[in-house]
C-alpha cells in the first residue's frame, strides 16, 4: 500500500503533464501555493484604442459559444486569468438575475453566497438622493477590488456582471500592471505597501442602504491587509484595495508618512491616463474580471439614466474546482513531493 499510495495515478481522469495545471496552480489553495505567474498573463496599461472599427481594446468571447461547448468554456476560464478582463458578447435578454445565475453556476464554479442577504448576487440602479456613491451613477466611482472587505476569508478571485439595462461607462485597470510598474519607479513604495496593513471596515447594512434588495442581518467587520499582497520574493498574489472604507491608520508613527506617500502615489497610478482605461458596456454584454488583478470603478457623468447591472463573485475554490473538471482530471501533486 505505502508503495503505490504516493505515486500519480494512471488513468482517464488524471493528467500526467504537471505542466497542463500551471496556469492554475496559484489558485489551489494548497499552504506552499505560488504567486500567480506573470510570464503567464499578459499585462496591460491603456493602449489607446480609437479605431472606428475596434470598440475597445479587450478580449471578448460569444455568450452562446461558451455555455454550450466544454472546450469554450475552459478556454473562457484560462483567458480570465491570462487576460484579467473578459467581456462577453450576445448575453440572452433577461430583468431578472437568471441568466448571470445560470451562467456563472454552469460555467465558473458558482456564485458566492452573500451572508447578509437571501439573493447571491447584488442589483446596482440608480437611486435620486443616494448616500452611497455606488447608486449615484452620475458621479465618479473611484477603482477598488471587490470585496476589499471580505465576508468570508479572502476577496473573491472572479467579479461578473450582466448589463440588465442600459449602458456604463466601465474604468478598468491592471493592478498587477501598476504593481510591477511601482516596483520599478519607487521600490521602497512598493515594498511599504507589501508591508504594512490597510484598514478597512464595512457596514453591510448602511454601505448599502439605497439598494433594492432586503438585507437579512446587520454584519461589520474590519480588515487589515496590505494594498499589495506579494510572497517573500516580491512576486503579486493579489491587490485588495478601496478607498471607500479605508479606517484610521495602524502603521507605526515613524513609517506613516514614507507609507502615506506611497499610498498617494498608487492611487495617482490607478487613476492616471496611463493605465485607466474606459470602456463602454451595454444591455446584453457580460464582464467578467480576475478580482485579485482587476481592479474597477465608473466614469462620471456617462451612464446613461437607465442602467441595471447585476452581478456577484466565483471564490477561489469555486473557480478552481470547475476548471479541474472541465480539464478531466484531479489537481495533480507535484512529482518528487
Not at 473578459?86 to 448575453?91: A, C, F, G, K, S
Not at 439595462?165 to 511599504?192: C, M
Not at 442581518?217 to 512576486?235: E, F
Not at 508613527?253 to 506611497?262: C, G, M, P, T, Y
Request: charged share 20%.
Amino acid at each position: 500500500y505505502s508503495s503505490v499510495v504516493g505515486k500519480v495515478l494512471d488513468g482517464q481522469r488524471h493528467h500526467q503533464r504537471n505542466k497542463d495545471f500551471e496556469w492554475l496552480r496559484a489558485y489551489s489553495g494548497f499552504a506552499n501555493a505560488p504567486a500567480p505567474d506573470l510570464s503567464l498573463k499578459k499585462l496591460w496599461t491603456n493602449q489607446g484604442v480609437n479605431d472606428v472599427n475596434v470598440n475597445d481594446q479587450f478580449e471578448h468571447r460569444d455568450f452562446g459559444t461558451v455555455v454550450s461547448s466544454d472546450s469554450a468554456n475552459l478556454e473562457l476560464m484560462q483567458a480570465v486569468m491570462e487576460h484579467g478582463v473578459i467581456i462577453l458578447d450576445n448575453v440572452p435578454v433577461a430583468d431578472d438575475s437568471s441568466v448571470l445565475m445560470d451562467f456563472v453556476n454552469k460555467c465558473l464554479g458558482g456564485m458566492q453566497k452573500d451572508p447578509a442577504r437571501d439573493e447571491p448576487n447584488w442589483v446596482i440602479q440608480r437611486k435620486a438622493g443616494a448616500v452611497s456613491v455606488s447608486y449615484a451613477q452620475e458621479r465618479r466611482l473611484n477603482n477598488h477590488t471587490d470585496q476589499s472587505v471580505p465576508a468570508h476569508g479572502i476577496p473573491a478571485l472572479l467579479l461578473v456582471v450582466n448589463y440588465i439595462e442600459g449602458t456604463g461607462h466601465n474604468t478598468l485597470v491592471d493592478g498587477y500592471a501598476v504593481a510591477e510598474a511601482l516596483k520599478q519607479r519607487k521600490p521602497n513604495a512598493f515594498e511599504i505597501l507589501t508591508t504594512y496593513g490597510n484598514c478597512q471596515e464595512r457596514d453591510f447594512v448602511r454601505s448599502r442602504v439605497d439598494s433594492s434588495q432586503k438585507g437579512t442581518q446587520p454584519m461589520l467587520l474590519a480588515t487589515n491587509h496590505p494594498i499589495i499582497q506579494a510572497d517573500a520574493q516580491g512576486n503579486v498574489i493579489r491587490i485588495q484595495f478601496n478607498e471607500v472604507f479605508r479606517t484610521p491608520s495602524t502603521v507605526p508613527f515613524d513609517k506613516f508618512v514614507e507609507w502615506h506617500e506611497a499610498y498617494l502615489l498608487w492611487n495617482e497610478m490607478i487613476h492616471s491616463p496611463q493605465f485607466e482605461v474606459e470602456v463602454p458596456i451595454s444591455q446584453k454584454q457580460m464582464l467578467i474580471l480576475d478580482n485579485w488583478r482587476v481592479l474597477h470603478g465608473r466614469a462620471g457623468g456617462k451612464s446613461s439614466p437607465n442602467r441595471v447591472i447585476m452581478g456577484g463573485t466565483v471564490v477561489r475554490e469555486a473557480f478552481h474546482s470547475k476548471a479541474v473538471q472541465l480539464m478531466g482530471g484531479f489537481y495533480p501533486p507535484q512529482q518528487g513531493r
